[in-house]
């Protein structure tokens, strides 16, 4: 499967965005997804994750509340929409997709097996 992220930009601090991961190749509703973040410098973090069927979510401490992750198996595509957002939110973010059997989700990066090409969000203060 081939992933593309698109969505980001700049944006002031308190301000949103929602980014997209459209998928090609093979249907998304194969795949347990998540979206994961690499600041300047920083080792790449996980973001949230969302299980094959959208049932099940999970996400990092710091965008508990401010952040949410969807799929839309249908249109083949994942999404995250981002409020709130702070300065330390500036990273290229990156969604991925891991091929599965079961409806968990995941939330370490090495667990995945395909990986888009990342979009840049940009939060001025």
């Known amino acids: 499967v081939q992933l593309q992220a698109s969505g980001g930009g700049l944006v002031q601090a308190g301000g949103s965005l929602r980014l997209s991961c459209s998928a090609s190749g093979r249907t998304v509703s194969s795949y347990g997804m998540g979206w994961f973040r690499q600041a300047p410098g920083t080792e790449r973090e996980f973001v949230a994750a969302?299980?094959?069927?959208?049932?099940?979510?999970r996400y990092a401490d710091s965008m508990k509340g401010r952040f949410t992750i969807s799929r839309d198996n249908a249109k083949n595509a994942m999404y995250l929409q981002m409020n709130s957002l702070k300065p330390e939110d500036t990273a290229v973010y990156y969604c991925?997709?891991?091929?599965?059997?079961?409806?968990?989700?995941?939330?370490?990066?090495?667990?995945?097996?395909?990986w888009g090409q990342g979009t840049l969000v940009t939060v001025s203060s």
């Open positions: 991925a997709a891991k091929s599965q059997y079961y409806n968990g989700v995941h939330t370490e990066g090495a667990q995945y097996d395909y």
């Open positions: 969302i299980s094959r069927s959208g049932g099940s979510t």
